[in-house]
Each structure stands twice: as structure tokens, then as C-alpha cells.
Antibody, heavy 117, light 108 residues
Framework: QVQLQESGPGLVKPSGTLSLTCTVS????????WIWIRQAPGTGLEWIAYIYNNGRIKWSPSLKSRVTMSADTSKNQFSLNLNSVTAADTAIYYC???????????WGQGTLVTVSS | EIVLTQSPGTLSLSPGERATLSCRASESVNSNYLAWYQQKPGQAPRLLIYGASSRATGIPDRFSGSGSGTDFTLTISRLEPEDFAVYFCHQYGSSPLTFGGGTKVEIK
């Protein structure tokens, strides 16, 4: 059973950088697709980016200019950095896993990040 | 970008009734790579259906998915108390990956 756990600050100042880490157990990040998705309060889901094939990354076009993503196979973790944040980036951030050709099937519990001074 | 439009926005039904949820795509979904998720308050989405019609592991057979191309449906044959939740459709066949706005199934 794959388990994912997000970690990182719950409060980020406007214009700062949001940094989150997802720790994976029960699966290896050296294979499959590892994804970040967010959900603003009371709204729908938005795909941010995913990493696969040991470091290849695909970004949402709307966020690409502000997002970096990386993976640390020695720790079985992957990370998200979102810079120049505004209040519009306030959301629950989820990490998830997908198999090749499949949708996200395992999700972390999500972590709320609030952008506020 | 494929836009997914879900309808209705809210469905008010009683336990035991049948629920029919719609997801319409702005263009054809590649390989019918369309999934459905259930989300309850304070929880992550739970995968119900993938490939438009395949049930995920452990999902009861009262949940079924159908459709192809641009029109997809999630049917819950007989609503159980635990089925009252928000349901999202998701296309993973082309980038950017996109989600529908959700349908809330509430108790009438």
C-alpha cells in the first residue's frame, strides 16, 4: 500500500516561496508518476505538475513560470516550490501517485497553505 | 486545454435512489482517460472509476461509469448514506490534466 505525506509551512508571506515535501512509503519514486495538485477553499482541483522517469517534469502551463519540482530518491521524497505567491495560491496542496497511463490513485491527506502577511 | 463541465451542480436525493452525474468535455478525451473521484469534507479525493468505466480496487459495484469521447456519466445505482459527497471527473489523457468543477450529492 502506497502512502504519501505532505509537509511544509502552513503560512507563507505574499511574494514569498511556498515549499512542500512529499514523503512516500510503500512505493519507489524511481518509477511511476508523482504529482502535485491543489484545491482552493471550497473549490475544485487544479493540477500543478508531475515528475517521472527519474527527473522528467511536466508543468501546468498556468503555473510553469513559478513552479520548480524535484525528487530525492535516497529519501524517497519529492518536492514543490512555488514562488511569487499571492493570496490566490492559498489552498490545500496534495501530493499523489499515478501509474503510467493512469489517474492519481494514491493521495496524501493534503496540507493547507495560507498566503498572508 | 480540455474543459470539463459537470452537471448538475447539486443533486438532492434520498438514500436508496439512483444518482446520475454528467461530465462533458470541451473536446474528445484521449483513450477515454476519464476518471471519477469522490471527496468528503476534510478528506483527499478517492478514486472510483478510471478509463471511463473501470472500477478502482475496493469500489462497490453500485458505482459505474460509462461514456466515451466527450460525454461521460457516473451512476450510483442505490445511494447509501456514505455516498453523500462531492464527485469530480478528471481527464488524464492530455496535458494539462484537468478536473471538473464537481457535483455535490446531498441528502434530500
Amino acid at each position: 500500500q502506497v502512502q504519501l505525506q505532505e509537509s511544509g509551512p502552513g503560512l507563507v508571506k505574499p511574494s514569498g516561496t511556498l515549499s512542500l515535501t512529499c514523503t512516500v512509503s510503500g512505493g519507489s519514486i524511481s518509477r511511476d508518476y508523482w504529482i502535485w495538485i491543489r484545491q482552493a477553499p471550497g473549490t475544485g482541483l487544479e493540477w500543478i505538475a508531475y515528475i517521472y522517469n527519474n527527473g522528467r517534469i511536466k508543468w501546468s502551463p498556468s503555473l510553469k513560470s513559478r513552479v520548480t519540482m524535484s525528487a530525492d530518491t535516497s529519501k524517497n521524497q519529492f518536492s514543490l516550490n512555488l514562488n511569487s505567491v499571492t493570496a490566490a495560491d492559498t489552498a490545500i496542496y496534495y501530493c499523489a501517485r499515478a501509474l503510467d497511463g493512469g489517474p492519481p490513485d494514491y493521495w496524501g491527506q493534503g496540507t493547507l497553505v495560507t498566503v498572508s502577511s | 486545454e480540455i474543459v470539463l463541465t459537470q452537471s448538475p451542480g447539486t443533486l438532492s436525493l434520498s438514500p436508496g435512489e439512483r444518482a446520475t452525474l454528467s461530465c462533458r468535455a470541451s473536446e474528445s478525451v484521449n483513450s477515454n482517460y476519464l476518471a471519477w473521484y469522490q471527496q468528503k469534507p476534510g478528506q483527499a479525493p478517492r478514486l472510483l472509476i478510471y478509463g471511463a468505466s473501470s472500477r478502482a480496487t475496493g469500489i462497490p459495484d453500485r458505482f459505474s461509469g460509462s461514456g466515451s469521447g466527450t460525454d461521460f456519466t457516473l451512476t450510483i445505482s442505490r445511494l447509501e448514506p456514505e455516498d453523500f459527497a462531492v464527485y469530480f471527473c478528471h481527464q488524464y489523457g492530455s496535458s494539462p490534466l484537468t478536473f471538473g468543477g464537481g457535483t455535490k450529492v446531498e441528502i434530500k
